[in-house]
């Protein structure tokens, strides 16, 4: 186990149904990452918090709404999604917001939008 | 910009042999090298790492090589196991910069 959990690790949600991604991390780290990670392509970086304060939107769409209630806890709200948002979203953590920093992931959810 | 990319998408080896998953990257800039494993239903999990100031690091079973004049990244594993089976990515990082960008991944078979 990598110290950072996710749940739900399986999800399945209608385009007009309003769902959440939790993650938390056990590792005593301030930064945290959500990626998106679809079939045939790269990981992607959604958004980053160090320090709860988010550092980094990668032009997600307002569709995608994180939150981050302290260092240890990330979330993804979800609401009106598309089809061509399935795909498995992980969550990261490391010590600090630098690129050098090791980032230890979760499992993933595994979204599937209907 | 910035890319990471990998030679092969898949590869398979021998159960012993030696294994060699390679990786391009396209900015110069790029100081410091990660190679993650991902096991089916798993998060990517960390390998080995390199900063740009080496050309060589060696862990348990697995050695990284960085040639900075090609822009060139390589993993090495040796003695490939069954549990080696993943796909492996390689990322990069510019420094000051707050994040990795990944490569494509190459999916490693182990045959028995």
């Known amino acids: 186990e990598t110290g950072v959990t996710q749940t739900p690790r399986h999800l399945v949600m209608g385009m007009t149904n309003k769902k959440s991604l939790k993650c938390e991390q056990h590792?005593?780290?301030?930064?945290m990452y959500w990626y998106k990670q679809s079939a045939k392509k790269p990981l992607e970086l959604m958004f980053v918090?160090?320090?709860?304060?988010?550092?980094e939107n990668n032009s997600v769409p307002s569709r995608f709404s994180p939150e981050c209630p302290n260092s240890s806890h990330l979330f993804l709200h979800l609401h009106t999604l598309q089809p061509e948002d399935s795909a498995l979203y992980l969550c990261?953590?490391?010590?600090?917001?630098?690129?050098?920093?090791?980032?230890?992931f979760g499992p993933g959810t595994r979204l599937t939008v209907l | 910009g910035e890319s990471v990319g990998l030679h092969l998408p898949t590869l398979s080896v021998q159960e012993g042999d030696n294994s060699i998953i390679n990786c391009a990257y396209s900015n110069s800039a790029s100081d410091y090298f990660i190679w993650y494993k991902q096991e089916s239903g798993k998060g990517p999990q960390f390998i080995i790492d390199?900063?740009?100031?080496?050309d060589k690091r060696q862990g348990q079973r697995v050695t990284v090589l960085l040639n900075k004049t090609v822009k060139h990244l390589s993993l090495q594993i040796a003695a490939t196991q069954p549990g080696d089976s993943a796909v492996y990515f390689c990322?990069?990082?510019?420094?000051?910069?707050?994040?990795?960008?990944f490569g494509q991944g190459t999916r490693l078979t182990i045959n028995p």
């Open positions: 590792l005593g780290h301030n930064a």
């Open positions: 990261a953590s490391s010590h600090s917001g630098r690129g050098t920093d090791t980032q230890y």
């Open positions: 390199i900063r740009s100031n080496m």
């Open positions: 990322a990069e990082s510019i420094q000051g910069a707050q994040k990795l960008v």
């Open positions: 918090y160090n320090f709860k304060e988010q550092t």
